[in-house]
Nanobody, 125 residues
Framework: QVQLVESGGGSVQAGGSLRLSCVRTRGTSACMGWFRQTPGKEREGVASINTVSGRTYYADSVKGRFTISQDSAKNTLYLQMNSLKPEDTAVYYC????????????????????WGQGTQVTVSS
């Protein structure tokens, strides 16, 4: 079973940057992504990557500010977050699935089988 370990969360002022990392310790995943969740709300897809083709997908709310990338040699997924806003405050989760994702599935929670424990990102105004 795939295991995912996230790191890199923290507190930052609006306009600042953070980079999240997610190390996959076992298994293979053709689709990996980042979701976020705030109390009382559904977990929402932020960005995903097809690890074979390198194709990326982004939620409209983060396009132009966030960048998802991978280092295959290190089995690591990244989320570079720039120009952060207070509304980006959430617990961010790394997710993975054996099968590839598409533009119609990357943001769907049930697309992913494996999840990390989450890392808190707090953006103050």
């Amino acid at each position: 079973q795939v295991q995912l370990v996230e790191s890199g969360g923290g507190s930052v002022q609006a306009g600042g940057s953070l980079r999240l990392s997610c190390v996959r310790t076992r298994g293979t995943s053709a689709c990996m992504g980042w979701f976020r969740q705030t109390p009382g709300k559904e977990r929402e897809g932020v960005a995903s990557i097809n690890t074979v083709s390198g194709r990326t997908y982004y939620a409209d709310s983060v396009k132009g500010r966030f960048t998802i990338s991978q280092d295959s040699a290190k089995n690591t997924l990244y989320l570079q977050m720039n120009s952060l806003k207070p509304e980006d405050t959430a617990v961010y989760y790394c997710a993975a699935n054996f099968w590839a994702c598409s533009s119609s599935t990357y943001y769907v929670r049930t697309t992913y089988r494996d999840w990390g424990q989450g890392t808190q990102v707090t953006v103050s105004s």
